[in-house]
């Protein structure tokens, strides 16, 4: 009889948070703010989502795949030790199938969960699709939260903080330049605004420097490119988006699925 094949290669175990390897470059753009209220909740109930970690050296050395929020916040807390979900080098699948229980598990923010998504896209040399099979999620959810990580790192903070919602950072995401993303941010927080609202000013961003004039026709043109966008829906029975001017930009059809996309090409003629 063959032997049956071994789903994951992870072990809870406790080790020395000395021993445990944080990304820097992570965890310098996490919040302080939310370690501080983790490490206060970890002082009273304890560390409940024990952080995913390859081991590098055996039994002496870790790196972690994801919780380093956890980490941070146990340090803070206090603890010399902590218990971790170890997984071996070697299995890297093992090593997705664990990221993807402790996604189910974790209280994650979106930013920490687009960095993690990235790393395995870079790691194990998937694509959005495959991660996305793997991971038992849509291919546009991963397109999504991986679109993230082009936000200004100042609205990427404000978003892990919760001070904006995702629907406010896609809005964002639509605004050209660092400036301007980082001016509608500051909108969004000061005056509370709806995803609708901000989608909105995102819309008008565009539009602010140019003369009364050219302003109005700008604003017919958005008009129009809004109508030709609900019609194309209509046409395609599915999201779709205009970005740009008439003249030149971009348009996105979306799918959420094979057999959504073969209908979609059916209809282009594909």
Sequence with gaps: MKDRPQVAQQELRTVSLDAIEVNLEVTAQLDHEAIERLAASIRSVGLLHPPLVEELESG????????DRS???????????????????????????GLSEYLQKAELGPI???????????????????????LGKKRSTIANY???????????????????????????????????????MHSIIRGSWSV????????????????????????????????LERELEERFGTRVELSGRASQGQLRIHYYDLEDLDRILEVLGL
């Design 112 to 134: 920490d969960l687009a960095r993690y998504l990235h790393t395995l896209t870079q790691e194990l040399g998937l694509s959005q699709g495959a991660l996305a099979r793997r």
């Design 196 to 227: 609708r609202q901000a989608e909105a000013r995102a819309r008008e961003q565009d539009t602010q420097e140019l003369d009364p004039a050219d302003r109005v026709d700008d604003e017919n043109e958005q008009l129009h490119m809004r109508a």
């Design 71 to 97: 980490v941070l916040a146990a340090r803070a807390a206090g603890l010399s030790e902590i218990p971790v979900l170890v997984v071996k080098r070697k299995h890297a699948s093992a090593a997705m199938l």
């Design 60 to 67: 002496t050395r870790y790196r972690i795949v994801a919780g």
């Design 146 to 184: 991986l679109r993230l990580l082009g936000l200004p790192k100042e609205v990427q903070k404000n978003l892990q903080a919760a001070r904006i919602s995702i629907g406010h950072a896609k809005a964002i995401l639509t605004v050209q330049g660092e400036s301007g993303r980082i001016a509608l």
